[in-house]
């Protein structure tokens, strides 16, 4: 999926594969399996998949904090670098200063036994060496960006002490403290009251316009991706089967799986009672896909093709592709 | 009008804080609940609403109030008559992982409630057991497989089939999908419906997901610091939601489209915390539209149109809508 | 923090209390004191003498409010029929060797421990870690009293580069201090290595990763810190154990603490001795596990009095 951008692309990903072996060192797991798409500046994408759909491990991959024995391949170019080629030493002075990440759940992302100031520091001190009053008026000023009261009185609270919300607003400012061009953020609304989401996505979205980051929001949650991102990309078995701008998918879904995730979602405004669409059957085991298009199996258009070759990408529109043979035709 | 099945009136419920200062988690609670219908119970962190479960449970004792099944106060069963309410209300939980035994078989999870409250033979039970394995979706395989042999779908399947597998007359289901993929979702939801209208079911049915609460319930009550501060028909309450907070909660719901932003009421700050409830109105501290008489009094429950009821003084002074 | 020592203060005082009763009808349950003291062909009527002069025949309620006031008020157990001197002052003199010993021993088995449990971790399933696990499995199930003699044969008969027992230079404390350490630092081992795996393996270490923190500051600062938890508590465990249970390795040895003293003193029917010996031993007992609550504390902010 190239979705071309506009401006010069500030990360650009190719064909990105990470295969695991399974448990029983059996199957190779085909978590990640040829993701390609480019970010610009200032851009956010919704990555959309459920559990299974390998967008976890697409963050990983990304981060490139795959488990030792994965086999990786393609390319992730961050700001024109090449990640692949770099050693441990150089990927760990660009994480958390160039490309940064927001995980699910804040209350065990935090160390229970570190202050906040002494986890927000550590950041500031070991990529960006500051110090003494310099990195205290950079953590009040981080706080504050990040919509939390009384910031000197936090830096000496524990995480314990704090609710989820407050404890998600912390690990985003720990996110952007080295002013990264890339934020990613794993299902950071996962777990949290509905008003307290909808204030996070309002600094999510504050925090992208201000700094201009290139925001990947990762979730299983379409209405999260709507709220941000101006584009999307929904991911199956490892690949991304359709991606394009927000509302050109939303509107015309071209791939079944995208139609029928759509179809099945509870909807509060319309007031339709009785019976949801689901999607048949479960999600493939990633060791063991069928041959050709891996939703053939619960597709309820499949035809021959789909079950013998798999799908390229096709064109739906000039910003808008799904790898689907109905595409083609 | 026929007898509601479950009538809940006036219940509280109080905890010990460390200190020594109670937490109201439960504050005053009204509801009834009609033979097959589906009551909602809307509600952020703190509302009160987990509690509330608990206590139509039985898992907790009230500190105060009743809960009638069917005209019979149930607050002080015990023994006997207390095993003969459990088979009359039954529970589905959040998180299928933990909710089911990993060390025992579909078979014995199933079987167990039937165990535990009649006195059926092992050939009745078997029998039963296949028989709603087979209403839930499941294979008679499943019986005798694991619950880590399942997927999160599948496992809620068999946490449902606990839960009818006594026939009981209410269900209470506490968020029984919020841990599902969106996709599951859809199917559990239909099993849900099914089930309601195959045996009859009444569901009380927590969830803070409002596309959920509104595709499945005919009543929603919206909780907030232990109290009911809306509860209205479904249809009322989407079109015409009347309380400041339910107006607050539709507004934060995502969009399901790019166009269709609701214009968002912003308010600062979180849920509050139990322990220290603002006098008066409980959501005063944060309504975009307090009035002076908001801290000082606290309202009551009105009915207001459409068979719907508020507690807000704005309804009082006529300027809700 | 405050109210959570003083909680633990409290509790321990009360634990102290505990024992002392129990020391109490433990020595009044072993037999009549009296007849130890009257001669075997004693009258009745002097027997009776003897017991009202030692208050014997007042209600036990009364014998323990006097006991109690003798103890906590005046530190006086009575004489030791052995050494004819305050029981508790022969108890003290021994003390300082018995503090010596599972001090060592104790230093020992965390420092090894605690290294090798986390060489271990870092090395999950390569041979730094099968080994240290299988000489941690042998070190465990090794006799105690075996592994001291041969100590003894090898390193003091043979070698000579130690004494062969009793407790005099400093020399004389290596071996046993060794071999008491033995069984313990087995047990932290495990204990570190595991909790270190699942340290290493949390989310937050996940996130520290994310943010790029160098790998020394995970390992040793976040990691370690998380582990040392569960390896705190049952340090304290170990720690008492080698307090009270130094017998065997004191034999081997012939090292003078508070085990032989004990064992000698209840073979005698030395009952001030007895009782005295007891009391100190759990005395200190509940006063180092104090300090190991007192540390959890320190370490973990989540602690609060409830």
């Known amino acids: ?329 | ?321 | 923090m405050l109210a959570y020592a003083l909680k633990r203060i409290q509790l321990g005082l009360i634990a102290i209390l505990v024992v002392s009763v129990f020391v109490f009808i433990a020595v009044r349950l072993s037999g009549d004191v009296s007849l130890m003291l009257v001669a075997t062909d004693a009258t009745p009527e002097e027997l009776a003498t003897v017991r009202h002069e030692l208050g014997l025949d007042r209600p036990l309620a009364v014998q323990y409010g006097l006991f109690a006031q003798r103890v906590f008020l005046h530190g006086d157990f009575g004489t030791s029929m052995r050494y004819g001197v305050p029981a508790l002052d022969v108890v003290l003199g021994r003390l300082p060797a018995t503090i010596q010993l599972a001090g060592l021993a104790f230093a020992l088995a965390l420092l090894l421990g605690i290294g090798c449990g986390v060489i271990a971790a870092l090395h999950r399933d390569q041979w730094p870690d099968k080994i240290l696990r299988s000489v941690a499995a042998l070190g465990q199930s090794t006799p105690n009293f075996w592994i001291g003699m041969m100590f003894v044969l090898i390193f003091a008969v043979h070698l000579g580069w130690f004494p062969t027992g009793g407790r005099g230079s400093l020399s004389s404390l290596v071996l046993p201090a060794i071999t008491l350490a033995i069984p313990s630092s087995a047990s932290i081992l495990r204990i570190t290595r595991s909790a270190m795996i699942d340290a290493l393996g949390s989310e937050s270490v996940n996130f520290l990763r994310v943010m790029g923190t160098p790998e020394r500051d995970i390992v040793w600062q976040h990691a370690l810190r998380n582990a040392l938890i569960p390896v705190v508590a049952l340090a304290g465990i170990q720690l008492g154990m080698l307090v009270g249970g130094a017998l065997i390795v004191e034999i081997v040895f012939s090292w003078p603490g508070l085990g032989t003293l004990l064992v000698d003193a209840i073979n005698r029917r030395d009952y001030s001795l007895i009782q005295a010996s007891v009391f100190v031993t759990s005395t200190f007992l509940v006063f180092l596990n104090l300090m190991v609550d007192l540390l959890f504390g320190v370490i973990d902010p989540r602690i609060s009095y409830r």
């Open chain 2, 1 to 321: 009008m026929t007898q509601p099945l479950l009538v809940v009136a006036d219940l509280k419920k109080d905890f010990r804080a460390a200190g020594h200062s109670k937490v109201h988690a439960v504050d005053g609670v009204n509801f009834t609940i009609g033979k097959g219908e589906t009551l909602g119970l809307v509600g952020e962190s703190g509302s009160g609403k987990s509690t509330t479960a608990r206590l139509l449970l039985r898992l907790e004792d009230p500190t105060s109030g009743k809960i009638m099944l069917d005209g019979e106060d149930v607050c002080a069963a015990r023994g006997a008559a207390l095993r003969k309410y459990r088979t009359r209300v039954q529970a589905v939980f959040q998180d299928p992982y933990s909710s089911l035994s990993p060390r025992m078989r579909v078979q014995e999870i199933i079987a167990e409630p039937l165990i535990a409250n009649t006195s059926l033979a092992k050939e009745e039970i078997a029998v039963r057991v296949a028989d709603i394995l087979a209403r839930v979706g499941l294979d008679r395989e499943a019986a005798s497989r694991y619950p880590h042999e399942f997927s999160g779908g599948q496992r809620q399947r068999i946490a449902i089939a606990r839960g009818v597998v006594l026939h009981p007359e209410l269900l209470v289901l506490d968020e029984p999908v919020s841990a599902l993929d969106a996709s599951v979702r859809g199917q559990i939801l239909n099993l849900l419906s099914e089930l309601q209208e195959r045996i009859g079911l009444s569901y009380l049915f927590i969830s803070h997901d409002l596309d959920v609460v509104a595709h499945m319930c005919s009543t929603i009550a919206v909780m907030y610091l232990g109290r009911i501060v809306e509860i209205a028909p479904q249809a009322t309450l989407f079109k015409t939601p009347q309380h400041p907070y339910t107006k607050v909660l539709f507004s934060a719901a995502l969009p399901r489209r790019p166009g269709a932003r609701t214009q968002r009421i912003k308010i600062q700050g979180e849920p509050p915390s139990p322990l220290n409830p603002p006098p008066g109105c409980p959501f005063h501290t944060r309504c975009p539209w307090v009035m002076p008489v908001c801290s000082q009094v606290r309202p009551e429950l009105r009915t207001t149109a459409d068979g719907a009821m508020t507690a807000c003084h704005l309804e009082d002074a006529g300027r809700l809508g």
């Open chain 1, 1 to 329: 999926m190239s979705l071309p951008s506009t401006a010069k692309p500030v990360l650009e990903v190719r064909e990105l594969k990470t295969w695991l072996r399974g448990h029983d060192g059996g199957a190779l797991l085909k978590v990640v399996d040829g993701i390609s798409f480019s970010l610009a500046a200032g851009e956010s994408l919704g990555i959309i998949g459920e559990s299974g759909s390998g967008k976890s491990m697409t963050a990983m991959s990304l981060m490139r904090l795959t488990p030792l024995d994965a086999q990786g391949g393609g390319s992730v170019v961050l700001e024109g670098e090449h990640l692949e080629n770099k050693s441990a030493h150089e990927l760990r002075s660009i994480r958390g200063r160039r490309i940064a990440m927001i995980l699910q759940d804040p209350m065990v992302a935090l160390d229970p036994l570190f202050s906040i100031g002494d986890q927000l520091a550590a950041p500031l001190a070991n990529h960006l060496n500051l110090s003494g009053d310099a990195l205290e008026a950079r953590m009040i000023e981080l706080l504050t960006a990040v919509g939390i009261a009384a910031p000197a009185d936090r830096l000496e609270q524990y995480p314990h002490e704090m609710s989820g919300g407050m404890l998600q607003r912390v690990v985003s400012a720990m996110a952007i403290s080295c002013d990264p061009a890339v934020l990613i953020a794993d299902e950071p609304t996962t777990g949290l009251d509905v008003t307290v989401q909808a204030q996070f996505l309002d600094l999510l979205e504050d925090l992208q316009r201000r700094r201009n980051l290139a925001l990947i929001l990762i979730t299983h949650d379409v209405g999260v991706a709507v709220r941000i991102c101006q584009r999307i990309a929904v991911m199956y078995a490892g690949r991304i089967v359709e991606a394009g701008p927000m509302e050109d998918v939303l509107e015309r879904p071209a791939h079944p799986y995208t139609q029928l995730l759509l179809a099945s979602a509870p909807h509060m405004g319309g007031m339709q009672r009785g019976s949801l669409p689901t999607i048949p059957g479960t999600p493939p085991h990633l060791g063991r896909l069928p041959a050709g298009c891996a939703f053939a199996p619960r597709c309820p258009q499949a035809f021959d093709r789909c079950r013998v070759d798999t799908p390229p990408e096709f064109a739906v529109s000039a910003k808008h592709s799904a790898r689907c043979w109905l595409v083609a035709q």
